[in-house]
């Protein structure tokens, strides 16, 4: 069974950094593309993808938003990923989860975690 863990969310001011972590268990994703993809207040029905990371971790991409502030990473052998959000804002608000895929989570995937909220406060 597959589970996603998300961790590192918190409650910070405008300016602040988090650091969130996701690990997996139950499947292999080393050979997967892995995004970051948040749920902001107001549009529970979308999660968006904010950052994006190959396999070999050789191509990365971000949304226009986050460009120059958020970082992502990952460690195959971990089977974790991560993001580095610094210099936040409040419209990075939003529950923050991980899973397999590009823009959109991968079609055969559905095992979201709970996800890790981030709130910054202005």
């Known amino acids: 069974q597959v589970h996603m863990v998300e961790s590192g969310g918190g409650l910070v001011q405008t300016g602040g950094s988090l650091r969130l972590s996701c690990e997996a268990s139950?499947?292999?994703?080393?050979?997967?593309?892995m995004a970051w993809f948040r749920q902001r207040p107001g549009l529970e029905r979308e999660r968006e993808s904010v950052?994006?990371?190959?396999?070999?971790?050789?191509?990365?991409d971000y949304i226009n938003s986050v460009k120059g502030r958020f970082t992502v990473s990952r460690d195959n052998a971990k089977n974790a990923v991560f993001l580095q959000m610094n210099d936040l804002k409040p419209d990075d608000t939003a529950i923050y989860y991980c899973a397999p895929g590009w823009r959109f989570a991968d079609g055969d995937f559905d095992a979201w975690g709970r996800g890790t909220q981030v709130t910054v406060s202005s």
């Open positions: 139950g499947r292999d994703f080393s050979n997967s593309a």
């Open positions: 950052a994006r990371i190959s396999q070999s971790s050789k191509i990365i």
